[in-house]
């Protein structure tokens, strides 16, 4: 899963303890009635090792992340806890989750058994009956024989493998514990458990890696025929290694101009071999192939309830989440989310992931979606500094607007260059325009 565009994760705002009867109380203030789409999120705070490039877990120790068993069951209660009390909550509040996708982290840190423990919980709590596509996230030399079966007899569909690159020195760079021949072996492993509907990861543009490099690393991906590719711009996110060397000048960044012509290049490679992309990022051949949970999100199709320590629900207009950071307190209290929001505009930056995400796709931010997801009028949102000073941004790197009044979006042509020069200008490090 790709991150919501360009946009930043606000600070936590103030308030929180949002409980199972408070949620119920906003649901039913919205007035609506009838049945209501919604994605399911199951986050896994925990990997091999921690990678030197990511920012989904730069808030949790090393140690925490590469928890044994002991810790891994303490959290799956959690989480089953969690999903039991919320579960038929939303589905007597006419809730029907039409996606599914467990992230982190690896959720295939987990074995069989913590997997099907928390697979249950889910089809007891909820109406699974309509769900489309189950994705789950892994690290190519995470997957096993057992696992890869497990998974799809609990009803897996879709497997996203972190590959990022093929290149020995760039695996290393990167702090991965596994090797290109890992990722061969993973995909293997998928087709032979009939799990065909998978994507690889990449990342274009690390620090250090010369555009050929990353060429190369593309032409082994596309080697394998996988149905979908993500390709991601790295981003240089404070907080990780890679980051502090490019502030220790230890690396060299690439400048927004390099950067986009690096992905330029990835994306006359990819459309040479059929794939087109159909939201920032996202590759495929054939559209039955595209991550249903991605376009839920950026189509703003929907609520969505994330279970977890670190994880992210919008629910009746509210923005909810459990801070990575209090991992302790979401084992003794998984009920009580920690930090809530409701949408307003004194505080647009709540819904940078929303705009952020639509304005990644074709369609962009359909207002009348945008209204039903948030409660809010998209040009009352539009008018506020932030998001001004957000837009004028994009178009300082060539992002060109279209409105036509159905929708906010930006022309297709422009996306990617809008993108990566607001990555480059909000992060924080010392990387320059040219
Ligand atoms: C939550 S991670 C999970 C992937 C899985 N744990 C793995 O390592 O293979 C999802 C994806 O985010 C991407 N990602 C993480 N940090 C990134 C960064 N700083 N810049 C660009 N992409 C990043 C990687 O491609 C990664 O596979
Ligand atoms: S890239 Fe994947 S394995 Fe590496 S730290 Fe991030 S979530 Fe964990």
Same mark, same amino acid.
Request: a neutral charge; glycine letters at 12%.
């Given at each position: 899963m790709c991150s919501a565009g360009p946009a930043v994760r606000p600070d936590p705002p103030a308030g929180g303890d949002v409980t199972p009867f408070e949620l119920l109380s906003?649901?039913?203030?919205?007035g609506e009635d009838g049945e209501r789409p919604l994605a399911?999120?199951?986050? &896994?705070?925990?990997?091999?090792?921690?990678c030197h490039f990511c920012d989904w877990v730069t808030d949790v120790p090393v140690a925490r992340l590469r928890s044994g068993s002991a810790a891994r069951s303490a959290y799956v209660d959690a989480l089953c806890r969690q999903i039991r009390s919320y579960g038929p909550l939303l589905t007597d509040a006419g809730y029907r989750?039409?996606?599914?996708?467990?992230?982190?982290?690896?959720? #295939?840190?987990?074995?069989p058994d913590e997997m099907r423990a928390i697979a249950d919980a889910l089809y007891e709590s909820f109406d699974l009956t309509a769900l489309r596509q189950w994705s789950m996230e892994t690290t190519p030399n995470d997957l096993t024989a057992t696992k890869v079966a497990a998974m799809r007899d609990l009803g897996v569909t879709r497997v996203s493998v972190g590959v990022q690159s093929f290149s020995p020195a760039q695996l290393r760079r990167a702090g991965r514990a596994h090797t290109g021949a890992d990722s061969v072996r993973a995909v293997g492993l998928l *087709?032979?458990?009939g799990i065909d509907n998978f994507n690889l990861d990449l990342i274009c543009g690390f620090p250090g890696e010369p555009a050929p490099a990353f060429e190369a690393s593309l032409d082994e991906a596309l080697d394998l025929d996988p149905p979908h590719i993500s390709v991601y711009p790295y981003r240089? #996110?404070? @907080?990780? &290694?890679?980051?502090?060397?490019?502030?220790? =000048?230890?690396?060299? =960044?690439?400048?927004?101009?390099?950067?986009?012509r690096i992905y330029e290049r990835a994306m006359s490679m990819l459309r040479t071999h059929g794939y087109g992309e159909y939201c920032h990022g996202y590759w495929v051949r054939r559209p039955e192939d595209e991550d249903l949970d991605g376009n839920f999100k950026y189509d703003l199709t929907g609520d969505k309830i994330g279970f977890g320590s670190g994880a992210e629900s919008i629910i009746a207009h509210h923005l909810l989440w459990n801070e990575n950071s209090e991992y302790? *307190?979401?084992?003794?209290?998984?009920?009580?989310f920690s930090v809530s929001h409701r949408f307003d505009t004194a505080h647009p930056e709540h819904l940078t992931a929303?705009?952020?995400? =639509?304005?990644?796709? *074709?369609? @962009?931010?359909v207002r009348q979606r945008f209204h039903r997801l948030t409660g809010l009028d998209l040009d009352d949102v539009r008018a506020t500094g932030y998001v001004q000073r957000w837009f004028a941004l994009l178009h300082d790197f060539g992002g060109r607007f279209v409105d036509d009044g159905h929708s906010l979006r930006l022309d297709p042509a422009t996306i990617h260059t809008a993108?990566?020069?607001?990555?480059?200008?909000?992060?924080g490090l010392h990387i320059g325009r040219a």
């Open positions: 906003a649901i039913e203030a919205t399911i999120y199951v986050h &896994i705070p925990f990997c091999a090792s921690k989750p039409s996606v599914m996708y467990w992230g982190g982290g690896t959720p #295939t840190r987990l074995d *087709r032979e458990h240089p #996110t404070p @907080g990780t &290694i890679m980051a502090m060397q490019i502030d220790r =000048a230890a690396v060299g =960044a690439h400048t927004a101009g390099p950067m986009i302790s *307190r979401y084992l003794a209290d998984p009920l009580g929303p705009i952020g995400g =639509a304005l990644m796709t *074709r369609e @962009g931010v993108y990566i020069g607001h990555l480059a200008a909000t992060a």
